[in-house]
């Protein structure tokens, strides 16, 4: 029987902790750097944010995110 490597969502793109199959993670925008996807563990939240990342969907700071549903 093979056995399958589990898949994480990869590493936290604030800190660089590796992210473990299953754990919550938060994706956030770049808006500086054309809206790339990253990917946030839980206890990076407010770096994120500081760093100008947006969730997806929210307006950033400067305006140039998509409004708010």
């Known amino acids: ?3 399958r490597r589990a ?3 990869g590493h936290c793109e604030v800190c660089g902790r590796v992210v ?3 754990e919550p993670v938060q ?3 770049d808006p500086r750097r054309g809206h790339r996807r990253r990917v946030v563990c839980p206890l ?3 770096g994120a ?3 100008g990342w ?3 969907g929210e307006r950033d700071v400067t305006g140039q995110g998509a409004p708010a549903a």
């Open 27 to 29: 994706p956030f925008e």
């Open 44 to 46: 990076c939240h407010r």
């Open 49 to 51: 944010v500081a760093r």
């Open 1 to 3: 029987m093979r056995r």
């Open 7 to 9: 898949e994480g969502a």
């Open 20 to 22: 473990l199959p299953g």
């Open 54 to 56: 947006v969730r997806p």
